[in-house]
């Protein structure tokens, strides 16, 4: 038999952690600016440059997706850091990095739908509430950890997701300090 002279058609290496990577950080652009609701699992493949049947072997359905998105909110690099500078650090994260469009976003939008509800409100509870109640310490810990939350959901809605002209960017320096200031007076109130 005579060999085929013809070069092989190099053959594309699977990686199984950056598509499962690629469809998590799709998801999670997906589910913070248009809602769990609103968000298809080919929405998330075409994002994510896969088929969408990669999403259900990885994830096996659009709930498993929007579970796994949560799995990875961790709030304990935010307990890490100057505890006298925490208010100017978490509007930071809000303001300059991935806040404005994270977890929160992604958990207030989920509220059109009943079982990506009960998971955001799960999730906030194990993965931010329980440690920064723990990391408030005495008094009322619980309270002030509910009031940050407050706080931070009233300012990321008001800002992104029923946007007020007052918050526009470049109005938002005068906002921000205040928020930096609310936050660490929540903060203070247990080393008073």
């Known amino acids: 038999m005579p060999r085929s002279t013809e070069p092989k058609k190099p053959t594309r290496k699977r990686d199984a952690d950056r598509t499962r990577s690629a469809i998590l950080d799709a998801a999670r652009t997906l589910f913070s ?3 769990y609701a609103n968000t298809g699992v080919r929405d998330v493949a075409d994002l994510a440059g896969v088929n969408s049947a ?17 799995e990875v909110i961790d709030i304990s690099p ?3 850091g100057d505890r ?4 100017a650090d978490m509007m930071s994260i809000f303001c300059d990095t991935e806040g404005a469009s994270g977890p929160l976003v992604m958990m207030i939008l989920s509220a059109a739908d009943p079982a990506a509800h009960a998971m955001s409100i799960e999730f906030l509870q194990a993965k931010v509430m329980v440690p920064l109640a723990r990391w408030l310490g005495p008094p009322n810990a619980e309270e002030r950890a509910a009031r940050l939350n407050i706080l931070w959901t009233g300012f990321l809605t008001s800002w992104k997701l029923l946007p007020l ?3 526009a960017d470049a109005r938002l320096a005068s906002t921000r300090r205040w928020l930096e200031a609310a936050t660490q007076a929540i903060v203070d109130e247990g080393t008073g």
């Open 165 to 167: 002209q007052p918050l």
């Open 78 to 80: 935010m307990l890490r």
């Open 54 to 70: 990669l999403v259900g072997r990885y994830f096996g359905s659009k709930e498993g997706l929007y579970r796994a998105t949560l």
């Open 84 to 87: 006298r500078r925490f208010g």
């Open 33 to 35: 600016t248009r809602g």
